[in-house]
């Protein structure tokens, strides 16, 4: 009994280490950044998006 209980609290500390590792807060915002990647997004969209596309 006291192995089962031992693996019980082995798999919970485990689920807790993942969900503890997939929901830590984000690091700050920066809209410098964020606007760099809007660029590269609005001329990929030019030169690859679907109204550019020739079928």
Do not use: F, V
Request: hydrophobic letters at 35%.
């Amino acid at each position: 009994m006291r192995e089962i209980i031992e693996i019980l609290l082995a798999c919970a500390g485990m689920i807790g280490a993942a969900a503890w590792l997939l929901n830590r807060t984000e690091s700050p915002k920066d809209p410098k950044e964020d606007e760099e990647q809007m660029e590269y997004l609005r001329e990929w969209s030019e030169k690859h998006g679907k109204d550019n596309r020739k079928e």
